[in-house]
């Protein structure tokens, strides 16, 4: 015959003081997730694309945004601190900028002309959402240059180019008749 043995464990109950520490741990844990939630990956930053220098020494600063939030944010422009902000500096805080940030990242999506002096060399737009942690992009005249987009009108060596290429597949039919003696 077979004996089956039974071995029981007892589990010691754990000192009143580690059950004190366990449960301070995990109420410290559950109040600081919500922290965790807001990290940096959920924001809203501005991003600064390039820059167009005038002739005049006026810099147009291109931007854009990242909303890294899975819904739509809403700030007003202008709005500075506290909580969210979106606004310039200098002043004025309000220089056109978008109120609504669908989320994304969206390049280009408005522009701001200034011209850099010895006491306000540059332009920074700070943006945050409701976090009140902002970011912010700042265009001098060393950011990076807009590359320059080829003209489409009369003026440009486009249509130039085109005739060329043209003319040049006429002439390449015509000989291609000739040498066959179609024409």
Same mark, same amino acid.
């Given at each position: 015959m $077979?004996? /089956?043995?039974?071995?029981? /464990?007892?589990? +010691?109950?754990?000192?009143?003081?580690?059950?004190?520490?366990? &449960?301070w741990?995990?109420? &410290? *844990?559950?109040?600081?997730?919500?922290?965790? @939630?807001?990290?940096?990956?959920?924001?809203? $930053?501005?991003?600064?694309?390039?820059?167009? !220098?005038? *002739?005049?020494?006026?810099?147009? *600063?291109?931007?854009?945004?990242?909303? %890294?939030w899975?819904?739509?944010?809403?700030?007003?422009?202008?709005?500075?601190?506290?909580?969210?902000?979106?606004?310039?500096?200098? *002043?004025?805080?309000?220089? =056109?900028?978008? %109120?609504?940030?669908?989320?994304?990242?969206?390049?280009? !999506?408005?522009? @701001?002309?200034? $011209?850099? $002096?010895?006491?306000?060399?540059?332009?920074?737009? +700070?943006?945050?959402?409701?976090?009140?942690?902002?970011?912010?992009?700042?265009?001098?005249?060393?950011?990076a240059?807009?590359?320059? @987009?080829?003209?489409a =009108? &009369?003026? %440009?060596?486009?249509?130039?180019?085109?005739? !060329?290429v043209?003319?040049?597949?006429?002439?390449? @039919?015509?000989q291609?008749?000739?040498? +066959?003696?179609?024409?």
């Open positions: $077979t004996e /089956t043995t039974h071995i029981a /464990t007892k589990r +010691r109950p754990l000192p009143r003081i580690g059950t004190k520490i366990a &449960l741990c995990t109420a &410290l *844990a559950l109040v600081a997730a919500p922290a965790a @939630v807001a990290s940096p990956q959920n924001r809203l $930053t501005p991003i600064l694309d390039c820059i167009d !220098v005038g *002739a005049d020494g006026s810099i147009t *600063a291109h931007f854009g945004y990242t909303n %890294s899975t819904n739509q944010s809403n700030v007003p422009a202008g709005k500075p601190p506290p909580g969210p902000q979106n606004w310039f500096l200098p *002043a004025p805080a309000d220089r =056109g900028q978008p %109120s609504q940030f669908q989320p994304g990242t969206f390049s280009d !999506v408005f522009t @701001v002309t200034f $011209t850099p $002096t010895s006491g306000n060399p540059n332009i920074e737009w +700070r943006l945050s959402d409701a976090s009140g942690e902002f970011n912010s992009a700042i265009a001098d005249a060393s950011s240059r807009c590359t320059p @987009v080829p003209a =009108g &009369l003026d %440009s060596p486009w249509p130039v180019l085109l005739s !060329v043209g003319l040049g597949a006429a002439l390449a @039919v015509r291609r008749r000739r040498t +066959r003696g179609e024409g």
